[in-house]
């Protein structure tokens, strides 16, 4: 019997058989449903050509549609400790880790890159919401920090890209440090006189926007993108109503003065592009030529013998003549 299920079988079904089909050929929109040809999602920057739904994009092609030519370097950024309090739940904080590490082949929820973009040195750090629902745990915040000081030292724009559930439950009180550990490296960019852009992306929530994700000096979102603290149905709970269609989205904060623009995935870069051109221009490149003086300024005063007078020449209206 097994001659015949391990050789005899097998050969029967490679005669007869079809091929194996790989089965990542096609991936459904998770909004409308349709199935998508894989060459079409990645040609179309994995937005749906059906509804427009923006889906997150692999962390690479990410970093290749920002940076010129999609030349970029990433960043070797410090090691931390790895499960400082021994946390464990339904399993260990550890096996998480190296679970994630093995699925996205990453370190952890960030990537540091720097490259150019339309020619200008900038800084990218990009979140990975594969790993660990991209919460941010001491190692993202030490990535964050990282990014800062070479953005300074490079005197190159920051661009935060965050995909984040939040503060990450297993290090405790150690990732809710990195709230403001990420506060004060995003200011010292902005000390430093260099714009400090925020792409938000599906989905900010938790600790993330609630230290350095709203603290741009521009606030760019994708559209649909989840932004907000606490879920929708919390919300609910602790208000006790029932909050409006579309609430938390990118549309809506845009609508009420949350956040600057809602950019389609196509032109993030081109906008991106311009935006840093207008906040990095110096002082010569915005300065305007000086208008000449119109004509009939009433400077030029003719006394009654025909000499001209300056107006210091002039006598004050209201002043009185002198008494003898």
């Known amino acids: 019997m097994s001659w015949l299920t391990n050789y005899v079988l097998p050969k029967f079904k490679a005669l007869v058989g079809q091929p194996e ?50 030349v970029y370097r990433e960043v070797e950024l410090p090691t931390v400790k790895v499960d400082p309090l021994k946390f464990r739940d339904s399993e260990r904080y550890t096996d998480r880790i190296k ?91 902005k000390e430093a006189g260099l714009p400090f852009i925020v792409l938000l992306t599906n989905p900010t929530t938790g600790g993330v926007s609630a230290s350095f994700a709203m603290l741009g000096d521009l606030h760019i979102a994708e559209p649909g993108a989840l932004i907000g603290f606490a879920g929708r149905r919390v919300i609910e709970q602790t208000v006790r109503e029932t909050l409006p269609d579309g609430f ?35 002082p010569e490149e915005a300065e305007t030529p000086a208008l000449p003086a119109p004509e009939g300024d009433g400077l030029d005063i003719p006394k009654p013998d025909g000499e001209e007078v300056t107006p210091t020449d002039q006598p004050a209206p209201d002043a009185e003549e002198p008494r003898a």
């Open 99 to 189: 679970k994630s590490q093995n699925k996205t082949g990453e370190k952890d929820a960030i990537t540091v890159a720097s490259g150019k973009m339309g020619g200008r040195d900038i800084v990218v750090a990009l979140f990975n919401f594969k790993f660990m629902g991209g919460s941010m745990g001491m190692a993202v915040g030490e990535g964050l920090v990282t990014a800062s000081r070479l953005a300074v030292m490079q005197g190159a724009p920051l661009i935060a890209i965050p995909a984040s559930g939040g503060a990450r439950m297993q290090e405790g009180i150690l990732s809710l440090m990195q709230l403001p550990r990420t506060t004060i490296a995003v200011e010292e960019v």
């Open 248 to 282: 938390q989205t990118a549309e809506y904060l845009l609508e009420h003065g949350m956040i600057d623009m809602v950019v389609p995935r196509a032109k993030l870069k081109e906008t991106l592009t311009r935006l840093l051109d207008l906040l990095c221009s110096s």
């Open 21 to 70: 089909v790989p089965d990542n050929l096609w991936h459904k929109c998770n909004s409308c449903g349709q199935m998508i040809f894989h060459r079409d999602l990645e040609a179309n920057l994995h937005v749906c050509q059906h509804c427009g739904n923006h889906m997150s994009p692999p962390l690479k092609q990410r970093l290749e549609m920002l940076f010129d030519n999609g």
